[in-house]
């Protein structure tokens, strides 16, 4: 029988998704893929491989966001462009990136066709022109940096309220007049990992239990409430939650190092834990899936709300998830790759060598084609058949 962790190894791992319908693309974390999932049966196909990246590279773009039919991807893992991809006619198109070589954004914004995009680690925005196919950098000497740690945005009409923690500030960016300005954190805030806006106030946590909501003329935030005592950080000196959602007068936190998510109820003032089963986790649990292969010490990833749906992708099981910010109710997709594009095996058993990670059903979707494959030949027999999948599997 296959462990629990083998079959783990073999749902795709990505970072940041786009809705579009019933289906959501993805660059895959295992191989060079753009990869589209359907929602409705969790079939997943290698839908193109990115140009001029090796096969065997994953991640080569983070940030994806969906504009009409186009679907933009931000450089990241070796890649020096954005790349954007036709969906109508299934092409791709280099866009020149002047700023940085690459870098980890899924904050991307929409005003007149054109794309805002902040950059988590510059705190730069570049503004992407999907018409002409051009990019320009849109900065400001004075707040860049090498490592700003953005974290969640907000945005209020046409202005960006970007937290900048390494700077004590509120970088607020207008995309009218495409101008910064800047408000100093309250004293009693030092980090901001989810940030809202509610009821004229932001609400925001950080590094500390602490759930606070303030505004930009005040000294000192006001704290709210506490992360419930029975509710743990998984990893130490990491932020508790990763995203945030206000619907029906309830405040939604999405793990980013917390064992459980949390609903804060405004009216009540009540905090409510959500727990999914197969998720439970440990601080020992989590070490020790780290040294198997597991890719971030986070609870969850690829958190984004879309209407009244949050979605998010668990690192521990690779198993993404969608609320129902309606009911709670909680849908679970555990995605299929079809390991074939082009008519032919993907990603390709390279050097005789195949790892079972790169198959949506281990080697047993190797073995299968090469299967289908030996028999359209004249002259077949269980020997040839053998010798012919052994070359391809390194035990």
């Not at 929602?39 to 990246?53: A, G, H, M, R, Y």
């Not at 989810?194 to 004229?200: N, S």
């Not at 790759?337 to 195949?354: E, F, L, Q, T």
Request: glycine residues 6%; contains cysteine.
């Amino acid at each position: 029988m296959m462990s629990n962790h083998a079959r783990t190894s073999q749902r795709h791992f990505f970072y940041d998704f786009a809705l579009a319908g019933n289906e959501i693309y993805f660059s895959t974390g295992v191989y060079n893929a753009l990869c589209r999932a359907n929602l409705s049966n969790d079939q997943v196909e290698v839908l193109k491989t990115f140009p001029d990246i090796p096969e065997n590279r994953g991640l080569a773009y983070y940030g994806i966001y969906r504009l009409n039919e186009y679907i933009l991807l931000c450089p990241y893992n070796g890649s020096d462009d954005f790349l954007l991809y036709d969906m109508k006619a299934d092409t791709f198109r280099k866009l020149t990136n002047h700023g940085q070589i690459s870098f980890y954004s899924g904050a991307v914004w929409e005003k007149d066709k054109m794309l805002y995009i902040v950059s988590g680690k510059t705190a730069e925005i570049y503004k992407v022109n999907p018409q002409n196919f051009s990019v320009k950098l849109l900065s400001c000497k004075k707040y860049v940096t090498d490592n700003a740690c953005i974290s969640e945005i907000v945005r209020l009409e046409d202005l960006l309220y970007i937290p900048f923690n390494q700077k004590g500030i509120m970088l607020i960016f207008d995309i009218e007049k495409e101008e910064y300005t800047h408000f100093p954190y309250p004293e009693n805030v030092s980090n901001v990992a989810t940030m809202c806006y509610y009821d004229g106030k932001f609400w925001t946590t950080g590094k500390d239990r602490k759930i606070l909501k303030w505004q930009a003329d005040e000294r000192v935030a006001s704290e709210v409430a506490e992360v419930p005592n029975d509710v743990t950080l998984l990893a130490e000196g990491c932020n508790w939650f990763g995203r945030s959602c206000i619907y029906n007068n309830i405040l939604w936190l999405i793990p980013n190092c917390s064992d459980s998510i949390l609903k804060y109820n405004f009216l009540t003032e009540q905090i409510e834990k959500v727990e999914i089963a197969g998720e439970e986790e440990s601080v020992e649990q989590l070490e020790e899936e780290l040294k198997h292969g597991r890719y971030m010490n986070s609870k969850y990833n690829a958190i984004k709300r879309c209407g009244n749906n949050v979605f998010f992708l668990s690192p521990k099981t690779r198993i993404f998830y969608e609320i129902n910010l309606d009911t709670g109710n909680v849908a679970r997709h555990d995605f299929c790759v079809k390991n074939i594009y082009n008519g032919r095996i993907y990603p390709s058993p390279a050097n005789g060598v195949a790892f079972e990670q790169s198959y949506a059903n281990g080697l047993e979707c190797l073995i299968s084609y090469i299967e289908k494959e030996n028999s359209n030949q004249k002259e077949i027999n269980d020997e040839l058949i053998g010798k012919t999948i052994h070359c391809y599997i390194n035990e």
